[in-house]
T-cell receptor
């Protein structure tokens, strides 16, 4: 089955700096990779996703890159703000009906003012 | 994006009683919903996959008789924790699959804090 690893487990950056979180996956058949942000005591919120036919996707300060050959994908947050502080989860899935997502263990991001 | 509503957000129950948590997809039909459990500072642990009109599929180690899942309609799935014990206290989160074109996206509810006293 799929196995998703995520690094680092914790990340502290100064406000305004960039943050990068990396994930690797094991199942070469996985072709959908979402990123979720979870604030304390709340459910995860989808912030960006990428499908395997695309190498990069950007949405304002957030971008995701995918390297299918190496089986890894990364979340990039630029110009970080204190409200970006949260736990971020990556996930991998086959784009087939009924397939569940396999989540990474999460990265706790702290943006220091 | 799509909205998934979870209720209640917080519940306290006595040991030995049962408690039901509802998960509703508000603006889309969800033939598949997922139930997760999350302990503090840990990732989401999938408990079961709920398919509308059929029995749920439970992950290894999850007691199906203790965590009853019902997916009676395309917009509602319920998780009932039966004979709850303090060790069942946790954050329970549901998610629902929204089919979009050739792909699929999963949206999460806000979670339910269960405290068993």
């Amino acid at each position: 089955g799929e196995n998703v690893e995520q690094h680092p487990s914790t990340l502290s950056v100064q406000e305004g700096d960039s943050a990068v979180i990396k994930c690797t996956y094991s199942d070469s058949a996985s072709n959908y990779f979402p990123w979720y942000k979870q604030e304390l005591g709340k459910g995860p919120q989808l912030i960006i996703d990428i499908r395997s036919n695309v190498g990069e996707k950007k949405d304002q300060r957030i971008a995701v890159t995918l390297n299918k050959t190496a089986k890894h994908f990364s979340l990039h947050i630029t110009e970080t703000q204190p409200e970006d502080s949260a736990v971020y989860f990556c996930a991998a899935s086959r784009r087939a009906y009924g397939q569940n997502f396999v989540f990474g263990p999460g990265t706790r991001l702290s943006v220091l003012p | 994006g799509a909205v998934v509503s979870q209720h209640p957000s917080r519940v306290i129950c006595k040991s030995g009683t049962s408690v039901k948590i509802e998960c509703r997809s508000l603006d889309f039909q969800a033939t598949t919903m997922f139930w997760y459990r999350q302990f503090p500072k840990q990732s989401l642990m999938l408990m079961a996959t709920s398919n509308e009109g059929s029995k749920a599929t439970y992950e290894q180690g999850v007691e199906k008789d203790k965590f009853l899942i019902n997916h009676a309609s395309l917009t509602l799935s319920t998780l009932t924790v039966t004979s709850a014990h303090p060790e069942d206290s946790s954050f329970y989160i549901c998610s629902a699959r929204a089919q979009q074109g050739a792909g699929n996206t999963i949206y999460f509810g806000e979670g339910s804090w269960l405290t068993v006293v």
